[in-house]
Structures are given as structure tokens and as C-alpha cells.
């Protein structure tokens, strides 16, 4: 059967890889790492010495030279085994990307080698205390060369080796007009607020980050000053909104296995029959499989249209986060209730998921935000 994603012979060893990685280390420390809020360091070092940290980064710096194709279905094979890990690669890719497209850091080809060399682990650090889930609106300023900020929901807070950070512009006419930059973790002025204890993705360490007079070189700006929106929307959104997409379809992956599973083991044993021949379980069965696939083959024709790019783009990709934030909740809540009081268990994973699924929901941008701006483009009225 051919991948809903478009992957060939080029991308497969990378998946295969992932593939790997989930069964033998981010899989078997899932369970550990949710129950302990703590960081999958284990599977994060084996993606990095598999090279998959610069999976989409040039043969010139060391990387795969991959496209999203093989990003998403990283991702996805990631997120079936530790919905966390992949949340994590996610945001390492994303802010990859960005320091790539940069023309103005001082060490962008220093850093994006390491990078690919599994020697750097980056994140993004955009959403704030002050514009919340308005994640392109950072409300701290760019004073010289320091500033100050509230940042939260930094994914891997504690463990990355740098940020990818914004700020706004000093007497800047529009809160639209910022800039980006990048900064150590262990630079001074940086702290870690408080550990993350959340609902799901227990193990992203999604940290709120207080930032002081931490200093800003000229050399650390990652894009020239007012250019910091588009860089946001057209480079780290992109790969930020199909990452998640995929993410949200690992979950749903994951769940349909689980439930699939359980219907083929569990059953009566007054009359030898098991959960499967019950039509009303196969039927929600039927309905997980569908929306799933209905969401990966949205982001397949997605990923192709990233490559040929047209106008209509940009709303194929927020469609597909959109989509896929949907399913994965769609289809955790139909794996809870088909296999009833053994998914409220830890046993079968399946509540883990349910709960991993819902935090795409309030991910920046959120599903209002999505629905909005997808309202928006089909109307005609500007997205901002």
C-alpha cells in the first residue's frame, strides 16, 4: 500500500529509522515518561545519533537534505510510540528551519552543523504571558541590545540547547513589527519559571521562560528588524503546522492499534465470542479508521502542494493542523469508549492518548485561531 504522505525510496531509510527508534527506545520509556512529567532524553539522543536532527537540513551542513514528506512521516511514527518525543522533534525542526532561512546570524552555519551532527537541540520560545496563544504578537521589546520577556510554553524548556525567541520593536507603529533572534539556554538573564505539569504531552517540557536584560547581539538576530512576522508565518508555522498534523495522526495511529487489539483479545467467556463481534464496537472501530485517514491524506495532498507551492497553500496547511488536532481528539475519545472501563486503565495506553491528543486543541495556534483564519481566507478578509 503506498504512504498517504508520498513517501519513496529516498525517504524511507529515515522513516525506517524513526520506525526503529519508537519500538526500541521512545515506546518502551512512553509510559515512564508520562508518569514521571519527565524529558525522553533516551529517544532524543537516539533521533539525534540516527541524524534525524537535521533530517531537512542541506548536504552542505551535514543533513539529510529531506523535504516534509519525510519530516511528517518521522513525526507520525515518532508520535505513535511517544506522542512527547515527537512534540519535541517538532519544535527542534521547526526552529531548525528557521535559523536555516536566516541571512543575518553570526554562527548560523556553526550552529545548523552541530544541529545535524546530533550535537545542538533547539526549540521555539515565541508565545508569551502578555498575547497568550497570539503567538505573532510578542509583546517584549528589543531595547539596544537586551531584553526582557515572560515567554511560556516553551517546549523543552530545560533541556534544549538554545531558543528561537522573539521580540517587538522599540516605537514600532504596528505589535506586528518584530524581530527574532536566537539565545543560549544557559545565558544569563534566562530562567526556567516553573516545571511543566500538564494534562498530556507530560514529557515535552513545556516550561514558562522568564527572560531579564538577557543581551542580544547583533550577530544572535535571526532575521533583520520588522521581518520577524513573516519569517513566523511563512517558515516556522509551515513546518510547525504539518509537524503537529502529524503528530496529532500518530495519536490517532497509536489509538486505533490499541483498541484494534483489545477487540481481537478481550471478549466472554460464557460463550467464547470476543469484543469484535460486536457490531456497535466495530462500527466505532470503522469511524476511527476513516477520520484518520480522511486527516492523512489531507496533509499527503498538503505536503505536495509545499512542494509546488500555489496560492491556496497556506490554507491547505492550516487546514490540515486543523484537521488533524480534530481527529486525533475524534478518534482517543471513540478508542475510550469502545473499549469501555479497560481504557481508563494505564494497561492498554490508551487513556494516555486521549490525553495527549487534547493538548494539540490549545496548542498556539489553537483551533479557534484555525477556524477563524481559515474563515477568513474563504471570505476574503485579511488573516491579520
Known sequence: MSHLYGIGATEKPFVDSATAIAKDVAGPA???VDAKARFPKEAVSAFQAQGLAGLTLGPE??????????????????????PSTAMVYTMHVSATMAIAASKTLGNRAAVLKDIAAGKHLTTLSLSEKGSRSIFWIPVSKLNGDTTSAQKSWVTSAGNADSYVSSAGLPNAKSPLESLLYLVDRKAPGIKIVAPFQGLGLRGNDSAPVSLENVKVSKEALVCAAGEGLGVMLQVILPWFAIGT???????CRAAIGATTGHLGSAGFEFNNSKLRDLPNLRSRLAQMMVRTEQSRALLGYTLGLMEKPIDATPLYVLQSRLSAIQAAVDVTDLAMKTCGGAAFSSHLGIERMFRDARAGWVMAPTVDHLEDLVGKALTGLPLL
Do not use: S, T
Open 30 to 32: 512512553a509510559v515512564d
Open 61 to 82: 551542513v551535514g543533513g539529510k537534505g529531506q523535504g516534509p514528506r519525510a519530516f511528517c512521516a518521522v513525526v507520525e511514527e515518532l508520535a505513535m510510540a511517544c
Open 245 to 251: 498534523a502529524a503528530v496529532g495522526h500518530g495519536i
